[in-house]
């Protein structure tokens, strides 16, 4: 009873560099969010999916691109890391008026 | 578009007392639903509690329950008899109810110390 699983957990990347977080639900949930969290901010959606081959853009959707070929996967990548893009990223995935949450990857740009 | 303001950035409270953090949001929808969120320092997203806006009874959950106004847009969330293991940040989210999912609209936090 996986659930939702987030890789890396942390990481630590160069400006410039790109970088993919992985999201993975065992669950075949239809929808999957990535959220950013940034102290004074709360948590800031980025993008989500409706299904397999479906995106759509969030608040802050610059600098990330997103994928979805199969239900379970939804990676986050940053083409070329900011430092302004160090946070700690969600992954979410739903089935009706339920969120589930996946445990956070800390990503640090230097 | 939906927004959600959380007035209180920290609040403390006495163990065993009660606390009310506030929130409130602003949309234009008639159906929608209110949630509460504690993130202990693990950054765990924990559900605690969950509000369908056509119902009228405030939801309630062991210790933790709501004040929701609808009219006045307000949502705010009770903890009584508050525990050490209470003290995290919470957040105050708003769903729209659709055919579909859709996201959730979170506010900015309140960072809440239980103190013994």
């Known amino acids: 009873d996986a659930g939702i699983t987030q890789s890396p957990r942390y990481k630590i990347t160069e400006t410039g560099r790109q970088v993919t977080l992985m999201c993975h639900q065992t669950?075949?949930?239809?929808?999957m969010f990535w959220y950013r969290q940034d102290l004074g901010h709360g948590l800031r959606l980025i993008y989500y999916?409706?299904?397999?081959?479906?995106?759509d853009k969030g608040e802050v959707p610059d600098g990330y691109v997103v994928s979805r070929s199969k239900t379970e996967n939804f990676p986050l990548t940053l083409e070329s890391a900011t430092r302004s893009q160090t946070s700690v990223y969600f992954c979410?995935?739903?089935?009706?008026?339920?969120?589930?949450f996946g445990e956070g990857s800390w990503l640090t740009v230097v | 578009a939906q927004t959600v303001t959380q007035s209180q950035p920290e609040m403390s409270v006495q163990e065993a007392e009660t606390v009310t953090l506030s929130c409130t949001y602003d949309?234009?929808?008639?159906?929608?639903?209110l949630f509460w969120y504690k993130q202990p320092p693990s950054r765990q997203m924990i559900l605690v509690i969950r509000?369908?806006?056509?119902?009228?009874q405030n939801a309630t959950e062991n210790r933790f329950s709501v004040n929701f106004q609808k009219a006045a847009k307000s949502f705010s969330l009770k903890i009584s008899d508050s525990q050490l293991g209470d003290t995290a940040m919470y957040f105050c989210?708003?769903?729209?109810?659709?055919?579909?999912?859709?996201?959730?609209?979170f506010g900015k936090g309140t960072r809440l110390s239980v103190i013994a």
């Open positions: 979410a995935s739903s089935s009706g008026n339920t969120i589930y």
């Open positions: 949309t234009s929808e008639n159906n929608y639903y």
């Open positions: 999916s409706a299904a397999a081959d479906i995106t």
């Open positions: 509000q369908e806006a056509y119902k009228q």
């Open positions: 669950w075949s949930h239809s929808y």
């Open positions: 989210a708003f769903m729209k109810l659709r055919s579909g999912n859709t996201p959730l609209v």
